[in-house]
């Protein structure tokens, strides 16, 4: 239950994670049209500049966070299956929760 649990949340910060990157895309996009049309209003350089300094600290943050969670998951381990005989109840929440592929999944996104 706690590899089961522990999995389900790092899907839920991937999850969040990508929600994010869309914010960020989406403020950049908003960047771009200010930078494109500072010609017609030059105010605009002072809050491209700012937008553009919080996007960089925002990527440089979102990269180390992805990189914390890959090092987790590189070190993270299902453990063995629970023999059925001895343990039937761990054995079928173990084939319940389908857990390595839970874990495929995670790795993947």
Known sequence: LKTFLSLHTREQFIGNFFIRTF????????????????????????????????????????????EYLQESLKHFKIP???????????YALFQHLHLRQLQKEVLLR
């Open 23 to 66: 914010c960020l895309d989406d403020t950049l996009k908003r960047t771009r049209s200010l930078i494109i049309n500072y010609l017609t209003d030059p105010t605009n350089i002072d809050q491209i500049r700012e937008r553009l300094n919080d996007a960089s600290r925002e990527i440089i943050l979102l990269e180390e966070v992805l």
């Open 80 to 90: 063995d299956i629970p023999n059925e005989e001895e343990d039937p109840v761990g």
